[in-house]
């Protein structure tokens, strides 16, 4: 079956611009994780959805990042006047349960 | 504060041997262990994870031990593979959240020589 996609797999930006990146997660999955990874570090939690609840947005490093999840399903991370720092790979995972969380392959945004 | 560390950042061993991973934490309201592993350019896949009611859990030629005292969990491969050459992540899960976001340690390189 599918798979959690993401896109775009790659994401080149200049220093201050917006960006937006973009998951569907897997059918039926309620909840929805973003991640990031910066170069040599494990994953760093951001934002957790879990169908209608107020998500859980204790990761985000700043206000510049935001995230929506639309229907429930797909799920859009918005970084504002982007900053050399934000660039890393953001993976987003889905998962029926709390334990076993389904990876995209990720989006690496680099920041010039 | 890393409250999952992992603190070999690689490993090397001959195809056919045993790989031992380890990691420790420091919150002891983790309940859930994961491990993922990563290939290049893909997202991390999960692997065996063990709950805190148990020690020790088993799948195939993996098997995970989980040491509450000394807050140490592992990740034994035998016999190790080539194709098993990737990152390692080990990832904890905290049961006085309702979220079920994972708290991930930096990663193990492992690299299986033929």
Request: hydrophobic share 30%.
């Given at each position: ?35 990031r ?61 709390r ?14 | ?12 061993v ?8 380890n ?90 020589k033929?």
């Amino acid at each position: 079956g599918a798979g959690v996609s993401q896109s775009p797999s790659n994401k080149v930006t200049e220093k201050g611009k917006d960006v937006e990146l973009r998951c569907d997660p897997i059918s039926g999955h309620t909840a929805l994780y973003w991640y990031r990874q910066s170069l040599g570090q494990g994953l760093e939690f951001l934002i957790y959805f879990q169908g209608n609840s107020a998500p859980d947005k204790s990761g985000l490093p700043s206000d510049r990042f935001s995230a929506e999840r639309t229907g429930g399903s797909v799920s859009t991370l918005t970084i504002q006047r982007t900053q050399q720092e934000d660039s890393a790979v953001y993976l987003c995972a889905s998962s029926k349960n709390r334990e076993e969380q389904y990876f995209g392959p990720g989006t690496r945004l680099t920041v010039l | 504060d890393q409250q999952v560390k992992q603190n070999s950042p690689s490993l090397s061993v001959q195809e056919g041997r045993i790989s031992i991973l380890n990691c420790d934490y420091t919150n002891s309201m983790f309940d859930y262990f994961l491990w993922y592993k990563k290939y290049p350019a893909e997202g991390p896949t999960f692997l065996i994870s063990i709950s805190s009611i148990k020690d020790k859990n088993e799948d195939g030629r993996f098997t995970v031990f989980l040491n509450k005292s000394a807050k140490h969990l592992s990740l034994h491969i035998v016999p190790s593979q080539p194709g098993d050459s990737a990152v390692y992540f080990c990832a904890a899960s905290d049961g006085s959240s309702n979220t079920g976001k994972l708290i991930f340690g930096q990663g193990t390189t492992l690299q299986v020589k033929p």
